[in-house]
């Protein structure tokens, strides 16, 4: 028993103290900012921000390997991938826009499309009229068949769990960009394990196992984990996300800011035409 003692008092110290981003003990964040001209040639403050050494959005393979691609088994012809469960709350089967709106809550510009939700010219994101917090989501997508652009400009859009945490969309079949954006990165945090996309047109399916990050006066307490796969495959083993997913330019991304305990799910309008469908979700126990 008298051995407890110091323990028991090193744990009320510990959970008696302020927690911070830096007081995890990792990864080890640097950051720092520069004086650059940008494209208009005004000289602007940059940020920039390494996580273990390694800069957000590091393009250098020798830094940053790309993730192996793996090819996933075909999707089923002519139906959904993974249809709902009994206990699932559907968000969207492709009849109707009904649980959905713009992010100020005005009706959304996405339209309905051969049964999928798309966004159209400057539609902005989409979000869920209702809110969630810890979940499992499925999530079908298709990146545009008609391929334009490259890196992060070719089928970009983002699942955001809570509003907030990005898992990127992106067409990365024969496409390469920073692993940490490419398609179901957690944007700016974390690769995937692996490269599984299909071919720009074939849908694809997110399975999300996500427990949302706790919060106490203000400051993170617990961060978010994030389980992925990726049509069919692993590419996030609960991963712990060691901050916020914001983009804060080329080389560097948010921190946590503290928020309630639901948040609605969020499509990002990134300017190309992603298709999603069969949206549906359970939730979790903390
Ligand atoms: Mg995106």
């Known amino acids: 028993m008298r051995k407890l003692a110091p323990v028991l008092a090193l744990a009320f110290?510990?959970?008696?103290?302020?927690?911070?981003?830096?007081?995890?003990?990792?990864?080890?964040?640097?950051?720092?900012?520069?004086?650059?001209?940008?494209?208009?040639?005004?000289?602007?403050?940059?940020?920039?921000?390494?996580?273990d050494g390694i800069m957000v959005h590091e393009e250098d393979p020798?830094?940053?390997?790309?993730?192996?691609?793996?090819?996933?088994?075909?999707?089923?012809?002519?139906?959904?991938?993974?249809?709902?469960?009994s206990d699932a709350i559907v968000l969207f089967d492709g009849t109707n826009l009904d649980q959905w709106t713009a992010t100020d809550g005005t009706p959304t510009k996405w339209i309905l499309k051969d049964g999928a939700m798309q966004p159209t010219s400057d539609s902005g994101y989409i979000q869920s009229k209702a809110e969630f917090g810890s979940c499992q989501l499925h999530v079908e997508f298709a990146t545009p068949a008609?391929?334009?652009?490259?890196?992060?400009?070719?089928?970009?859009?983002?699942?955001?769990?809570?509003?907030?945490?990005?898992?990127?969309?992106?067409?990365?079949?024969?496409?390469?960009?920073?692993?940490?954006?490419?398609?179901?990165?957690?944007?700016g945090r974390m690769p995937p394990m692996v490269n599984a996309c299909r071919k720009p047109g074939e849908w694809q399916s997110y399975d999300i196992i996500f427990h949302r990050p706790h919060f106490k006066d203000g400051r993170v307490t617990k961060r978010a984990t994030f389980t992925v796969f990726h049509n069919g495959i692993l590419?996030?083993?609960?991963?712990?996300?060691?901050?916020?997913?914001?983009?804060?330019?080329?080389?560097?991304?948010?921190?946590?800011?503290?928020?309630g305990d639901k948040g609605p799910l969020k499509f990002q309008d990134h300017g190309n035409p992603v298709s999603f469908r069969n949206v549906w979700i359970r939730e979790l126990e903390d």
Request: aromatic share 8%; net charge negative; charged share 20%.
């Open 13 to 51: 110290i510990l959970t008696g103290a302020n927690c911070t981003a830096s007081d995890f003990d990792s990864p080890v964040v640097k950051r720092w900012t520069k004086m650059e001209k940008n494209d208009k040639g005004e000289m602007k403050e940059v940020k920039y921000m390494t996580i």
């Open 235 to 259: 590419v996030h083993d609960k991963v712990e996300l060691t901050g916020g997913t914001g983009w804060e330019g080329g080389n560097s991304i948010s921190e946590y800011v503290a928020h």
């Open 146 to 187: 008609n391929v334009e652009g490259d890196g992060q400009g070719r089928g970009n859009s983002g699942v955001f769990l809570m509003g907030e945490y990005e898992v990127q969309v992106l067409d990365n079949y024969n496409n390469t960009t920073y692993p940490d954006g490419q398609c179901a990165a957690l944007y």
């Open 62 to 85: 020798t830094i940053q390997p790309q993730p192996p691609i793996v090819t996933p088994g075909p999707a089923p012809e002519g139906d959904v991938i993974t249809a709902a469960p």
